[in-house]
T-cell receptor, first 115, second 113 residues
Framework: AQSVTQPDIHITVSEGASLELRCNYS??????LFWYVQSPGQGLQLLLK??????LVQGIKGFEAEFKRSQSSFNLRKPSVHWSDAAEYFC?????????????FGPGTRLSVLP | DGGITQSPKYLFRKEGQNVTLSCEQN?????MYWYRQDPGQGLRLIYY???????QKGDIAEGYSVSREKKESFPLTVTSAQKNPTAFYLC????????????FGSGTRLTVV
């Protein structure tokens, strides 16, 4: 079965510092991979996605992620964090053939940003 | 603007009551999903529907029910059989290929009082 791990439950960085959020997955074939961001009490917004082609993908808000098949990873990066980036970040993999086009989500990483 | 509307934003349920959460979309997406979110557990699939008048159970369907009478609407009922319903509920849709990813609503927070 597909699974996603996000090893860091909570990360704190200073504003202007670089950021890397880790995501590791288990999937039988080439997966579709996604990063979503969630502000408190809100829905999830898609940051970026990978399903084929260039393994370095660019997303919104200055985020990027790199797909590394050999490491089963899809880490999210940002060169300079802004205070508004404080939120929860979810990695997702799919589709899950058992459930239509469902995706499996990781437990999330909460990002705090120090001024 | 196209999007997903979830209502109400906050909902309170007494013990033994059924409550219904609304999810309406004007994106013309075929597939709709209900997820439950608890702190530290990510999102867990409750039910999904890929076409009108058809729906399937997800990982945690017990104590929940759904209907899909219209393409635009996918309401979720939390029944009294759901013993721990306090959570954040998210509705999502997908347009055709899974490669597009989900579009999410803004969620409903359900609290048992």
């Amino acid at each position: 079965a597909q699974s996603v791990t996000q090893p860091d439950i909570h990360i704190t960085v200073s504003e202007g510092a670089s950021l890397e959020l880790r995501c590791n997955y288990s999937y039988g074939a080439t997966p579709y991979l996604f990063w979503y961001v969630q502000s408190p009490g809100q829905g999830l917004q898609l940051l970026l996605k990978y399903f084929s082609g260039d393994t370095l993908v660019q997303g919104i808000k200055g985020f990027e992620a790199e797909f590394k098949r050999s490491q089963s990873s899809f880490n999210l990066r940002k060169p300079s964090v802004h205070w508004s980036d404080a939120a929860e970040y979810f990695c997702a993999v799919g589709p899950d053939d058992n459930y239509g086009q469902n995706f499996v989500f990781g437990p999330g990483t909460r990002l705090s940003v120090l001024p | 603007d196209g999007g997903i509307t979830q209502s109400p934003k906050y909902l309170f349920r007494k013990e033994g009551q059924n409550v219904t959460l609304s999810c309406e979309q004007n994106l013309n997406h075929d597939a709709m999903y209900w997820y439950r979110q608890d702190p530290g557990q990510g999102l867990r699939l409750i039910y999904y529907s890929q076409i009108v008048n058809d729906f399937q159970k997800g990982d945690i369907a017990e104590g929940y029910s759904v209907s899909r009478e219209k393409k635009e609407s996918f309401p979720l009922t939390v029944t009294s059989a759901q013993k721990n319903p306090t959570a954040f509920y998210l509705c999502a849709t997908i347009d055709g290929s899974a490669s597009y990813g989900y579009t999410f609503g803004s969620g409903t927070r359900l609290t048992v009082v």
